[in-house]
C-alpha cells in the first residue's frame, strides 16, 4: 500500500505563494498518475490539479488555472503544487493522491480512488 506523504502547508496571506511537495514510496512511482485534492471547512473534497505519469498531460480546477502549477520529478518519487496568488478560498486541507490504476488516461476519475495521504493545512488569510 502506497502511502503518500504531504508537506510545505501553512499560514499565508491573500496574494502569496506556497509550494506543497508530496512523497510517495513505492516501486513503479513513474507509472501512476498523482494529483492534489482538499476539503474546505464544511465542504466535499474537490480535484484540484493532477499529472499523469509521465508528467505530460496535467489538469486543473477552473478555480485555480493560471495560479497552481502541478509538477512531478520520477527521479525522487516526488511531486509539487506551486500555489500563487492565493485568495481567501484556497483554505483548505490539501491531500495527495496516489493513483492506483497504471498509466490510465483517465486519471482524474480513478485519482478518486487511489492512495491518500493525511493532508497538509493551508491557511489564506486576508
Known amino acids: 500500500q502506497v502511502q503518500p506523504v504531504e508537506s510545505g502547508g501553512g499560514l499565508v496571506q491573500v496574494g502569496d505563494s506556497l509550494t506543497l511537495s508530496c512523497t510517495a514510496s513505492?516501486?513503479?512511482?513513474?507509472?501512476?498518475?498523482m494529483g492534489w485534492f482538499r476539503q474546505a471547512t464544511g465542504k466535499g473534497r474537490e480535484l484540484v490539479a493532477a499529472?499523469?505519469?509521465?508528467?505530460?498531460?496535467?489538469k486543473y480546477d477552473d478555480s485555480v488555472k493560471g495560479r497552481f502549477t502541478i509538477t512531478r520529478d520520477n527521479a525522487r518519487n516526488m511531486i509539487c503544487l506551486r500555489m500563487n496568488n492565493l485568495k481567501a478560498e484556497d483554505t483548505a486541507t490539501y491531500y495527495c493522491?496516489?493513483?492506483?490504476?497504471?498509466?490510465?488516461?483517465?486519471?482524474?476519475?480513478?485519482?478518486?480512488?487511489?492512495?491518500w495521504g493525511q493532508g497538509t493545512q493551508v491557511t489564506v488569510s486576508s
Open positions: 493522491v496516489h493513483d492506483r490504476v497504471v498509466g490510465t488516461s483517465t486519471y482524474c476519475y480513478s485519482l478518486k480512488f487511489g492512495s
Open positions: 513505492g516501486e513503479d512511482f513513474s507509472s501512476y498518475a
Open positions: 499529472i499523469n505519469w509521465d508528467g505530460n498531460s496535467t
